[in-house]
């Protein structure tokens, strides 16, 4: 059974970094659109960033400038690193295969917790 | 604002039919498949429809979907309990090279 496993979410103070991993597991995420998808509390699904298959990035103009995108081939593992972080940041990040690409194939992580509070 | 536009809620009782709308442009619906997730509170979107109206396996036949020029719509019927959950539509947007969301429709079995 394919899985993605985001981790690397936690609390952090306005103004700060961190860095989100998403781990493929039978599933080879090189080659792929693979998109990061954050959804707010008790809001809808966003769209964040996405890494295309030749490793060409685009960004929400929410997020452009704040958060780059990437994917380690080797370590099968997809990445969002967020700089300057902002409370409305604040939500739960997926990292998806696609998503709306890949017919049924379309997979998506658990999620990961991202919470900017002072 | 969403790109994709939903109604924010729907309502049917058991065994009633339900229908959601989504609607968008030429640059995502109306160039790209249309796509159905549905979610339930705390946990991860779960793939309903996928390539407008196609069921991946394990949904059941009561869920069907479809698609015409820059909107589409899905359908539920014989409603249960179980179904009460958020439903989002995605298309993948030309212009935008990024997928693109409806604000979410918040679905209430009476």
């Known amino acids: 059974e394919v899985h993605l496993v985001e981790s690397g979410g936690g609390l952090v103070q306005p103004g700060g970094s961190l860095r989100l991993s998403c781990a493929g597991s039978r599933f080879d995420i090189i080659g792929n659109y693979m998109t990061w998808v954050r959804q707010a509390p008790g809001k809808g699904l966003e769209w964040v960033s996405v890494?295309?298959?030749?490793?060409?990035?685009r960004y929400a103009d929410s997020v452009k400038g704040r958060f780059t995108i990437s994917r380690d081939n080797a370590k099968n593992t997809l990445f969002l690193q967020m700089n300057s972080l902002r409370v409305e940041d604040t939500g739960v990040y997926y990292c998806t295969r696609g998503p709306a690409l890949y017919g049924d194939r379309d997979f998506w992580g658990q999620g990961t917790q991202v919470t900017v509070s002072s | 604002q969403s790109v994709l536009t939903q109604p924010p809620s729907a309502s049917g009782t058991p065994g009633q039919s339900v229908a959601i709308s989504c609607s968008g442009s030429?640059?995502?619906?109306?160039?790209?498949?249309l796509y159905w997730y549905q979610q339930f509170p705390g946990t991860a979107p779960k793939l309903l429809i996928c390539t407008n109206s196609q069921r991946p396996s394990g949904v059941p036949e009561r869920m069907s979907a479809s698609k015409s020029g820059t909107s589409g719509s899905l359908a539920i019927s014989g409603l249960r309990s179980e179904d009460e959950a958020d439903y989002y539509c995605v298309a993948w947007d030309d212009r935008l090279g990024g997928p693109v969301f409806g604000g979410g429709t918040k679905l209430t079995v009476l």
């Open positions: 030429s640059s995502n619906i109306g160039s790209n498949n």
């Open positions: 890494i295309d298959s030749r490793d060409g990035a």
